[in-house]
């Protein structure tokens, strides 16, 4: 069900600095490791919302409509095309930002929770990249993405605490040096692109 493929392939999506990878280590830079763990927890269950209706809205459409699954699959192609284009043009993705100090595990849960839990675009990307992994031979598709989405969260947590971990072990580096995360950067817009060419031959 778990292909080495879809592995090695989530772990290059989870690893693009995103939004909550930033979050994750702005908590690192200002305070301690027990509040990196709750901002990775709070950043890891907001993907909950957004899986759920992946696997539903997506099952649905498997079911209903070959036509409308096909303009799905052209609409993800697009956003992921869209995704590696942003990356690789966007100078400033990968820069840190100061934030206010946080006081409390709480907070710090809630605002990691919210910073996912309230972007539609998580959503558009699990149909455009859970999909393409799911055999053709397979009798129960649905659950076969509800597992998919939970390693998938699994994977995130412990990729956001490694962040951390390493945020907090050489913040001073990381904040002198910006060359480096440029051109990791647009590596990572190369990966985005080669996902949305597979999606579009699927």
Request: hydrophobic share 60%; charged share 10%.
């Amino acid at each position: 069900m778990i292909s080495w493929e879809y592995i090695i392939a989530a772990l290059f999506v989870i690893l693009v600095p995103g939004t909550g990878v930033i979050y994750t280590i702005g908590i690192a830079l200002m305070n301690n490791f027990l509040q990196v763990v709750y901002a990775a927890l709070g950043c890891t269950l907001s993907i909950t919302p957004h899986l759920l209706a992946t696997v539903f809205g997506v099952a649905a459409i498997l079911h209903t409509s070959a036509v409308l699954f096909t303009a799905l699959k052209v609409f993800g192609v697009i956003y992921l095309l869209y995704i590696a284009y942003c990356m690789y043009k966007d100078k400033g993705i990968l820069e840190l930002r100061s934030e206010t100090k946080l006081v409390s595990n709480y907070q710090v849960f809630k605002n990691g929770f919210l910073l996912n839990v309230l972007n539609p675009k998580l959503s558009i990307f699990f149909m455009a990249f859970i999909p393409q992994f799911i055999s053709n031979t397979s009798i129960s598709p649905m659950l076969d993405m509800f597992v998919m989405g939970v390693f998938f969260m699994i994977l995130t947590f412990l990729v956001f605490l490694i962040y951390g971990i390493f945020a907090a072990m050489i913040k001073n580096k990381v904040m002198q040096s910006k060359i480096i995360l440029r051109n990791t950067q647009k590596c990572f817009a190369l990966i985005f692109a080669i996902l949305a060419y597979k999606l579009a031959r699927a």
